[in-house]
């Protein structure tokens, strides 16, 4: 049991783990696999994004809507921050795709009113804290936002970004349902694949859409691919982790039953036979442990992931009907492997000396 578990749970948890490994380590960087944007460089409707997520390759979407804002001189006082941009996104879609650090308070909600999220560098410019209320400049006159979240110091260069809701950002703008930018993530780091799925964006979209992002040859895109081949390192050793167990416990227990095996023999049973019984009993076990050790990874992979999206990272727990068909099947042939070598020294075994065997 405990080696199916070791084997399948891995196994199972590896495609959630790679998924949340990559889109992790895109956020980290405020990078994403793909985005989207009008070539003319105006906005577009909202309704694109169901475009972009039925495509097959894309693991996560989120639409933006962002636009920079002039600050009238001192309108911040002795500040020297003269223009921010303004990003309204979903809170739900955009933590699908980016990681959202805050450090102080929390991240945007659905049904936030005239709320916002600023990093801590921009707070200690404007002098305001968190609780506090922010001041910005539209078309539709000076609008007040409650700061009720801060992240970390922007290390990137631009402009300060003041996070609020699409819904809040439309409003403030006058652009409902209209959005600039889309953001996606895909699901693959094979190069061939990417390029395909990039593709197939550019034939659902047409020609009047310029798609951005990571490139295949990109150093940040290669260290994604080195720590998806450590993890698939990982997987294979505790294949061979588990595949050790089974061999070791067929072998004790052959061990053990030598003078059962040689009564078996005495009364008449073929080394054929025997070798048979052993590696049904080993079919037999491997089919329990298979099914305790997909019970077990299924439980392993659900409560690590809820761990995950606890502490902000954008981790999806999902496991296809392949992946289980595929993990059962090496279960079972795994397990009765592990018992050949076990079986023939049980079917070898001479009759007299085995009858003697304390």
Do not use: C
């Not at 990003?87 to 991240?107: C, K, M, N, W």
């Amino acid at each position: 049991m405990f080696g199916a578990w070791v084997i399948f749970g891995m196994n199972i948890l590896m495609p959630t783990m790679l998924k949340a490994f990559q889109a992790n380590m895109l956020a980290a960087s405020g990078q994403v696999d793909v985005t989207i944007s009008h070539k003319t460089g105006e906005t577009f409707s909202r309704t694109l994004l169901n475009k972009v997520r039925t495509i097959e390759g894309v693991r996560a979407v989120s639409g933006l809507l962002s636009r920079t804002i002039n600050v009238p001189d001192r309108f911040f006082g002795n500040s020297k921050v003269t223009a921010l941009t303004l990003v309204g996104l979903d809170p739900h879609a955009a933590q699908s795709v980016r990681t959202y650090q805050i450090q102080e308070g929390r991240f945007l909600r659905a049904d936030d009113d005239l709320a916002a999220v600023i990093t801590t560098s921009l707070a200690e410019s404007l002098g305001v804290k968190l609780g506090d209320k922010l001041h910005l400049p539209t078309t539709e006159g000076t609008v007040t936002l409650e700061i009720v979240g801060l992240q970390p110091a922007r290390t990137l260069p631009g402009n300060e970004e003041v996070l609020v809701t699409l819904l809040e950002a439309q409003k403030l703008l006058d652009l409902p349902n209209r959005i600039n930018t889309i953001e996606a993530n895909l699901d693959t780091t094979d190069a061939a694949q990417r390029t395909a799925i990039q593709k197939s964006i550019e034939g659902e979209l047409g020609q009047d859409y310029t798609l951005g992002g990571l490139s295949s040859g990109n150093e940040f895109y290669a260290s994604i691919q080195m720590g998806q081949a450590i993890f698939n390192l990982f997987g294979f050793l505790a294949l061979i982790m588990g595949g050790f167990i089974i061999f070791n416990t067929f072998r004790t227990v052959v061990a053990e039953r030598t003078r059962e095996i040689g009564m078996l023999r005495a009364i008449g049973a073929t080394r054929p036979q025997v070798r048979r019984m052993v590696i049904a009993e080993a079919l037999l076990l491997a089919a329990i442990g298979t099914a305790f050790g997909l019970l077990g990874g299924l439980y392993l992979s659900y409560v690590m992931v809820l761990g995950m999206s606890a502490a902000g990272f954008p981790a999806a727990y999902s496991f296809p009907f392949s992946g289980l068909v595929a993990a059962t099947a090496v279960g079972l042939i795994f397990g009765v492997l592990a018992a050949l070598v076990p079986a023939r020294q049980a079917a070898g075994m001479e009759i007299v000396r085995a009858l003697r065997h304390e």
